[in-house]
């Protein structure tokens, strides 16, 4: 059994967002596959206390003074920007964090005490820490890529700022990827684009995600919300640039739909903040939920819809969509990220926003093509997304 050591840029606060439900899982099932793992986030706000999460320890470190002092208007403008000049605030924070003593003797205490077989930085950004902490323990050093950071963020910034952001994130992504003995990622598509781009041993390990039982599903949750078991179409989201381009093309489909199909369209994250007042009829409002409201939700849809029309990494709605064996509207670049995916079989791909309608009344309409697609939904998900399997994947690339 190893001893892993977790460092991310971010505090895992609440499992809101794909991605922060994707970090818990993978953690929580090594943890129950016998494995001791220690995450530790550097954050402005942290506690620098332990706390046991589902059988792996915690620790939020608080940022010293100096890193929350140089941080601070980058920050500003992240937030002034909503995230569309948040490169200029990651492109210093490897650097940051690597340099800094205070960051890095806390780290190292830690590291020491814990006696680490590996060493697992999420995403880039803790790159540096971690490979420094590897070098000083011995332990094993990987990277596991959300996205291809450059391309991500892109699609978060302004066109105007591109001049100056793939000449900032470009190269700080190629020198930070060539560090660990190997990048995983989430998305298959990344794992061939990452070893094209920079010439790094890349393997795709796909997504850890674990389903909760069936029977804690309810529908006194769904008809809190206002909602009918199988009568409405399901769209999860945090807000987002990704999310809101998606939104945006979704509500001029409902406004088409209103008069064309009678099922609901539920919005439900903090996306929903960005739906205007003046909605179409058949879009409902969820706003943000827990855990077990998500699964209710999930449950009980009769449509999910995940499409990436712009974006990097791979979208947590999708797997998920498929984990629920529901059926799933998407888009070509889904093909890619997930082997096995085939239009018509167990995924429904639109091929742009202008018939992005047209496909969800489809589907809408069309029983029998929903019930091939949740049977092939199912079928896929139990051959490829196996939560147990894909643990078994990331233990292997541990050793």
């Given amino acids: 059994m190893m001893k892993i050591l977790v460092l991310m840029h971010r505090p895992l606060r609440s499992l ?6 994707v970090i818990h899982d993978t953690y929580a099932g090594l943890t129950e596959h016998g494995h001791t793992v220690l995450l530790v986030s550097l954050s402005r706000k942290g506690s620098n206390s332990s706390t046991d999460i589902n059988g792996f320890q915690y620790i939020d470190l608080k940022e010293d003074t100096l890193t929350r002092a140089i ?19 990651l492109s210093i924070m490897p650097k940051i964090y690597e340099k800094i003593p205070k960051t890095v003797n806390k780290v190292s205490k830690i590291a020491k005490k814990f006696e680490p077989d590996a060493v697992i930085s999420e995403l880039i950004y803790t790159g540096l820490l971690a490979n420094y902490i590897s070098t000083k323990t011995g ?3 990987l990277i596991r890529a959300h996205n291809i950071e450059t391309e991500y963020l892109s699609i978060l910034a302004p066109q105007p700022t591109h001049i100056f952001l793939k000449p900032l994130i470009h190269p700080l992504e190629q020198k930070i990827l060539s560090l660990p003995s190997k990048v995983i990622t989430l998305s298959y598509r990344d794992a061939y684009l990452l070893n094209k781009l920079y010439n790094v041993n890349t393997e795709f390990l796909n997504v850890p995600l674990q389903k909760p039982p069936d029977e804690e599903a309810r529908e006194e949750d769904i008809k809190k919300l206002g909602l009918e078991p199988h009568d409405y179409i399901l769209f999860v989201g945090l807000l987002h640039k990704p999310n809101i381009i998606i939104l945006k093309a979704l509500l001029k489909a409902a406004k088409y739909l209103e008069s064309k199909s009678t099922l609901t369209i539920a919005v439900a994250g903090s996306v929903s903040t960005a739906v205007p007042k003046s909605k179409p009829s058949n879009i409902k409002v969820i706003g943000k939920v827990s855990s077990q409201v998500l699964h209710s939700l999930y449950t009980y849809a009769e449509v999910s819809i995940a ?4 974006g990097s990494g791979i979208a947590i709605k999708l797997v998920e969509s498929l984990i629920y064996g529901l059926p799933t509207i998407t888009t070509h670049k889904a093909l890619l990220m997930l082997p096995g995916l085939k239009h018509g079989e167990n995924i429904y791909v639109t091929k742009d926003e202008k018939s992005f ?3 969800i009344q489809t589907l809408a309409e069309d029983t029998q093509l929903r019930e091939a697609l949740r049977k092939g939904a199912k079928k896929f998900s139990f051959k490829n997304l196996d939560y147990h399997s894909i643990l078994r994947r990331y233990e292997l690339a541990l050793q």
């Fill in 16 to 21: 809101a967002s794909g991605a922060a439900r």
């Fill in 139 to 141: 332990a094993k050093f």
């Fill in 357 to 359: 309608a047209r496909d």
């Fill in 307 to 310: 499409p990436i029309f712009r």
């Fill in 71 to 89: 941080l601070l208007p980058f920050r500003m403008l992240t937030a002034a920007s909503r995230e569309g000049l948040s490169f200029l605030q």
